[in-house]
Each structure stands twice: as C-alpha cells, then as structure tokens.
C-alpha cells in the first residue's frame, strides 16, 4: 500500500494544520485538520474543492480537469496526467525504492528537482532538493 500527504496552505483562521493523504484503501484523497493550540486531528474528511484545487495546481494539471476526477486519482495518476498535457514534464512520481510505503513526487522548480512526501520513518520531505548519485 503506498500513501502520499500533501499540505494544503495554512491560511485558514480556524485551523493550522491542514493537509490531505492519499487513502489507497478508500481510492481517493481525504482531508485532516488540526485547530490552533490542539494536538488533536480530525481525520477522514471530506476535500472541498477548493483543496483538490489546490493539489492539482501541485501537479500543475489543466483547470479544466473536473475535481471529481483529481480526489480519486493517485500520485502516479496525476503525474501522468500532467505527463500527458506537457511537452516537457516537470513533475515525477516513484515509490519509494527503500521501503515501497509511499509516494516521492519530484518536481522541477525554479531549475532544481525537489522532493515532496513521506519518508521511511514517517517524516516528511516538503520542498528537499534530490541529489544525484
């Protein structure tokens, strides 16, 4: 099972942390929520479409594609999506090679590749520049 969380922007005055993760159970991208000052999450909810929005902006897809087609697309969907509308793809898609758990998304930014997602111990890489081997 591979998984994917993507942190949606935090300028909501009622929560700090927001973000969705891709269920591969469910088949679609659920949204959680944490309160300022609470260490408690709401977990499992429903995406309005202003968050799938701003997901398919992530993986720079056309706006023309309809909100109910991104909230049950995978990472690897929507890359290739992306792949399909663009001559010269800037976002990419693996599982991770060390433990086949989650989702790593590479995308091209200002010239660099950066890496998004989850690592192997439940941390995340938002924005962490890849190095060549």
């Not at 202003?50 to 991104?70: G, K, M, W, Y």
Request: glycine fraction near 6%.
């Amino acid at each position: 099972m591979t998984s994917f969380r993507f942190l949606l922007t935090a300028d909501d005055r009622e929560f700090s942390d927001r973000q969705l993760d891709w269920d591969p159970k469910s088949g679609r991208w659920l949204l959680s929520r944490r309160e300022y000052g609470s260490v408690t999450w709401d977990l499992d909810l429903v995406p309005s479409s202003d968050d799938i929005s701003e997901l398919a902006n992530f993986f720079r897809l056309d706006e023309s594609l309809a909100v109910d087609v991104v909230v049950c697309t995978a990472p690897d969907g929507l890359a290739a999506l992306h792949l399909a509308g663009n001559a010269n793809p800037t976002i990419q898609v693996e599982v991770c090679p060390a433990c086949g758990r989650h989702w790593n998304v590479i995308r091209l930014v200002n010239g660099e590749w950066l890496r998004y997602g989850m690592t192997c111990d439940l941390g995340l890489n938002w924005g962490v520049p890849v190095v060549s081997s």
